[in-house]
């Protein structure tokens, strides 16, 4: 995952005093004006350097992140915002160059008073621009331990989206069709985690993942940052898989249901989108009110007919892998 290995960034102040301290080492093993030169240098490297590593380590939101993670990001952090940030701490990485590319001829042909007068006028310099940008090493800290904990989910996977309201039996479905049990991760933005699985399927992995906490509510029952994270999903979902429970022990009335699912339908135009009745084994097929028009019945408990919806859901994608060119 994209941002699960980004570095802590330091502090202004934990990265002026590593400069200076690795500085005055530098200064130590050495004298007179080579001293003050290699001081000088060691404390701009050293800035500099780790300045940039902290830019070169997020990924350029435009060209590496997927719109599934740009949108998600966007929903937990202020993307805009995160990026002026890391442009702001790059402008600074360069500056502290360009300060010791300023003052390291001055160390060169004077004496060593006025050599080390230099060198603390470059150090007031340097410490002065780090300090410039501690906000917004703040601001990329906070970001990175905002989305470092993202659910692992690889957007370049055929993935089905299952949704529907609480209790219909969505989680049952993920963990029965998956090799192992549904593995959860929890959003930033919500205490519920989404359930996420693997199956293969002609020698194809496929993702599943259920969305409690997103797709489980009508659009209108979602805060703006729950509504952006669903408009992430869309990037996402080849196949959604809504599921109603006509025989309403879900506690939701079917009317509800349905409405639910055709606010989904109208977000996923793009995305084949299959009405899935569950908990057959308690209804008759044949007494199923028509409003429903589910594509498939089926019942996790009894295990019916589960596997010609999950095969459905894999027909509805297509998914055709890329073959290496055969020359």
Not at 16 to 44: C, N, P, V, Y
Not at 253 to 273: G, T, Y
Not at 306 to 327: K, Q, S
Request: proline share 6%.
């Amino acid at each position: 995952m994209i941002f699960e290995d980004l570095p802590t960034t330091p502090t202004s102040e934990e990265l002026i005093d590593k400069a200076f301290s690795r500085a005055a080492r530098a200064g130590k093993a050495k004298g007179g004006l080579e001293a003050q030169q290699s001081m000088l240098q060691t404390a701009a490297n050293i800035i500099s350097d780790n300045l940039e590593n902290v830019v070169t380590a997020w990924p350029d939101f435009e060209y590496d992140a997927h719109p599934f993670y740009y949108e998600l990001a966007d929903a937990i952090v202020d993307v805009d915002k995160l990026r002026q940030s890391l442009s702001e701490v790059m402008w600074a990485s360069r500056k502290a160059r360009e300060i010791h590319e300023e003052y390291q001829p001055r160390l060169r042909k004077t004496d060593v008073d006025t050599a080390r007068k230099h060198r603390k006028q470059a150090f007031a310099r340097l410490a002065d621009i780090v300090e410039q940008i501690d906000d917004h090493l703040l601001y990329i800290n906070e970001s990175r331990n905002d989305l470092r904990d993202l659910p692992e989910i690889n957007p370049d996977e055929p993935t089905i989206v299952v949704a529907g309201y609480p209790n219909v039996g969505k989680s049952s479905f993920v963990n029965d069709v998956t090799s192992a049990r549904g593995e959860t991760a929890s959003y930033p933005f919500t205490t519920k985690g989404i359930g996420l699985g693997h199956f293969e399927h002609d020698h194809i992995r496929y993702q599943i993942v259920d969305t409690p906490g997103l797709l489980d509510r009508p659009p209108q029952d979602r805060n703006a940052i729950e509504s952006q994270a669903v408009s992430a999903i869309e990037h996402l979902a080849d196949c959604m898989l809504v599921m109603v429970d006509p025989t309403g022990e879900c506690g939701y009335p079917i009317d509800s249901q349905l409405e639910l699912r055709d606010s989904i339908a109208a977000q996923f135009e793009d995305v084949p989108v299959l009405t899935v009745a569950n908990k057959a084994d308690r209804f008759e097929t044949d007494e199923l009110d028509e409003a429903v028009a589910a594509d498939y019945t089926m019942s996790v408990t009894t295990d019916s007919n589960v596997e010609t919806v999950l095969e459905a859901a894999v027909e509805a994608i297509g998914y055709e892998p890329e073959l290496p060119f055969d020359g």
